[in-house]
């Protein structure tokens, strides 16, 4: 994965979310903890915060 450093910040050049992805991480959301779901999609807990907070997924247990 490539990322550029700037003024100690990392931008992101990696993968893009598909719709099977986000469509699980709906599914799994309130369910199962948020830093599991990372691990199942292989993705990063940040990446995955990011990616919930932008498609108005709350990921907090219920």
Known sequence: M???KRRGNQISL????TNKEINQTRDMA??????HIARILDRSY???RQMAK???ISL???
Do not use: A, D, F
């Open 14 to 17: 990696g993968r893009h979310w």
């Open 60 to 62: 907090r247990l219920q």
């Open 30 to 35: 309130g369910k199962v903890h948020s830093k």
């Open 46 to 48: 940040e990446s995955l």
């Open 2 to 4: 490539s990322t550029i």
């Open 54 to 56: 932008r498609q108005h």
